[in-house]
C-alpha cells in the first residue's frame, strides 16, 4: 500500500515538475515575443514542446498551448529573413492544437474560438481568402453560441470575419459584420470610446471599398471628432485619420482639401516623430500624389524624391512602402513625358509589391495598372492590353463590378482598343464604365 501511494505521488510531482519546467519556458519565450526576438522565442517554445511530448504524451492540453506559442514565432516576421513569415508551418502548428483540443473538450467548447481565429489568419496572410473564412464563421459561432451575438467576446471573429468577406470582395457582409461590432462597442463603450472610433473607421474603409466616398469621409470625420476629444489635436492617433480623410477628399476631386488633411498630419507626425521618420516619408508621398493631381508635377516629382530618400534609409529600398512611393514618384515622370523612367520605376516597384502582398492583391494590381499606362505611352498596346486584363480580373474579384476602380480599368482597356484601331469595342467599354461611375457617384460627378 505505501509502496503504490509512493509511486502515485511520485508521479504526481513528476508532472508537477514537467509542467512546471514547460511552463518556464513559455513563460521566457512569451517575453522574448514581446521584445521581438521571435528567433529567440522558437527555441524555447520548442524546448518546451518536446519536453511535454516526452513526459505528457502527444495530446495533453498543455502541448496545445505550446504549440500556440510556438506557431506564433513563426508568424511573426523576422528581418533580413526570408521568406520573413512562415504561415503555413504556424498553421500546421495551430492545427495540430486544434485537434487536441477538440479531442478534450468537444467540438463546441468557446476555448477554441482563438486558435480557430488563428488559423483564419495564417490563411488571410497567404491570400487564401476563402479558406479563411469556414474557420472564422465557426469561431463566431462558437462565441454567439457561448456567450450571445451581443457579447464582446464576439467582437474579435466579428472583425477577422469582416476583414476576410472585404478581402473577398463582398463588403456588404463587411459592412453588417463591422456594424455590429460598432453596436456592441457604443452599447459597451459608449459613443465616444476609442475602440468605438476605430469601429467608426473601418465602417468607414468599408463604404469607400464599396466607392461610398461621401459615406466613407463622414464616417472618418466621426471617428476624427472623438479620436481629437479623447487625445488632443495633436497626437499619432490623428495622423492616419487625416491621412485617410486627405485620400478620400483625392476619390471625391476635392484635391485642395485632400491637401489640407495631409498636411495638417504630416505636421502632426513630425512633431511626434522628427522630420526624418518613415512615417513622414510615407505622409510626404501622398502629398506629392495631391501635388500631381492638380498639375503641379515639378512640385510632386522634389517631394516624391524627398520621401523616397527618407524611405529608403528608414526602411529600405525594398520594402512596400519604399515601393509605393517609387511607383507614385513614376507617375510624375509619366506626367511631364519621361515614360522611360515613369515605367522603370513601376517596374522596379513590382516585384517588392509582388512579394509583400501577392499577385492577386488590390496593391499589386495598383502597381501594374501604373506599369500598363507606361507601356501604353510607349506605343506598346499589346503589352498595356495584357496587363489592364489582370488589372481588371483582381479588381472585378476585390471590389466587385459596381466599383469605380473596376470602371476605371474598363476605361483603360477602352483606350487600348482606341489606339490599336478597334473603336467599336473602345466605345463599349467606355459606356460601360460610364454607367458604373453614375451608379456609384451620381450623375452630377461626371
Do not use: W
Not at 49 to 76: F, I, K, M, V, W
Not at 304 to 333: F, S, V, W
Request: aromatic share 4%; glycine share 8%.
Amino acid at each position: 500500500m505505501l509502496f503504490c501511494v509512493a509511486m502515485v505521488f511520485s508521479l504526481v510531482t513528476g508532472f508537477a515538475s514537467v509542467a512546471g519546467s514547460a511552463r518556464d519556458l513559455n513563460q521566457r519565450g512569451l517575453e522574448l515575443m514581446k521584445s521581438g526576438k521571435p528567433l529567440e522565442a522558437r527555441k524555447l517554445h520548442k524546448e518546451a514542446l518536446q519536453l511535454e511530448e516526452r513526459e505528457l504524451g502527444p495530446t495533453h492540453l498543455d502541448l496545445a498551448t505550446t504549440l500556440e506559442n510556438l506557431a506564433e514565432t513563426y508568424r511573426s516576421p523576422i528581418e533580413n529573413s526570408e521568406p520573413t513569415s512562415d504561415h503555413a508551418k504556424a498553421r500546421q502548428l495551430y492545427e495540430r492544437a486544434l485537434k487536441i483540443r477538440e479531442t478534450l473538450l468537444g467540438p463546441n467548447d468557446a476555448s477554441l474560438c482563438q486558435v480557430l481565429n488563428s488559423i483564419g489568419d495564417t490563411y488571410n496572410k497567404s491570400a487564401q481568402h476563402q479558406l479563411a473564412r469556414p474557420f472564422h464563421e465557426r469561431s463566431l459561432d462558437l462565441s454567439e453560441q457561448s456567450n450571445g451575438p451581443e457579447h464582446p467576446s464576439t467582437i474579435h471573429p466579428l472583425n477577422r470575419l469582416a476583414d476576410t468577406s472585404r478581402n473577398l470582395g463582398d463588403h456588404a457582409k463587411a459592412l453588417e459584420l463591422f456594424g455590429r461590432v460598432l453596436a456592441i462597442h457604443e452599447k459597451n463603450l459608449g459613443l465616444e470610446d476609442l475602440k468605438t472610433a476605430a469601429a467608426i473607421s473601418q465602417l468607414a474603409r468599408t463604404y469607400g471599398n464599396m466607392g461610398n466616398y461621401s459615406q466613407e469621409l463622414e464616417m472618418q470625420q466621426r471617428a476624427l471628432e472623438i479620436i481629437q476629444k479623447k487625445l488632443g489635436q495633436v497626437h499619432p492617433s490623428t495622423v492616419d485619420v487625416l491621412k485617410s480623410m486627405g485620400v478620400t477628399c483625392r476619390r471625391l476631386g476635392d484635391f485642395e482639401k485632400g491637401r489640407e488633411f495631409i498636411e495638417r498630419a504630416l505636421e502632426i507626425q513630425k512633431k511626434c516623430s522628427g522630420p526624418d521618420s518613415a512615417e513622414v516619408g510615407t505622409l510626404m508621398s501622398s502629398l506629392g500624389a495631391i501635388h500631381g493631381d492638380v498639375g503641379d508635377n515639378d512640385k510632386a516629382r522634389d517631394v516624391h524624391e524627398q520621401a523616397l530618400r527618407i524611405l529608403e534609409k528608414t526602411l529600405g529600398p525594398n520594402h512596400p512602402l519604399t515601393a509605393h512611393t517609387m511607383d507614385n514618384l513614376g507617375l510624375c515622370y509619366d506626367r511631364i513625358g519621361d515614360y522611360k523612367k515613369g515605367q522603370e520605376l513601376h517596374t522596379r516597384a513590382l516585384p517588392v509589391i509582388e512579394k509583400a502582398y501577392g499577385h492577386d492583391h488590390s496593391s499589386t494590381a495598383h502597381i501594374i495598372r501604373n506599369c500598363a499606362r507606361s507601356y501604353l505611352n510607349n506605343g506598346d498596346t499589346r503589352k498595356a492590353r495584357e496587363l489592364y486584363e489582370q488589372v481588371f480580373a483582381t479588381r472585378l474579384r476585390v471590389y466587385g463590378p459596381e466599383h469605380p476602380f473596376t470602371a476605371e480599368t474598363l476605361g483603360s482597356l477602352a483606350d487600348t482598343f482606341d489606339q490599336e484601331g478597334d473603336h467599336l469595342h473602345a466605345r463599349e467599354l467606355q459606356i460601360q464604365a460610364l454607367k458604373i461611375y453614375e451608379n456609384a457617384m451620381g450623375p452630377e460627378s461626371l
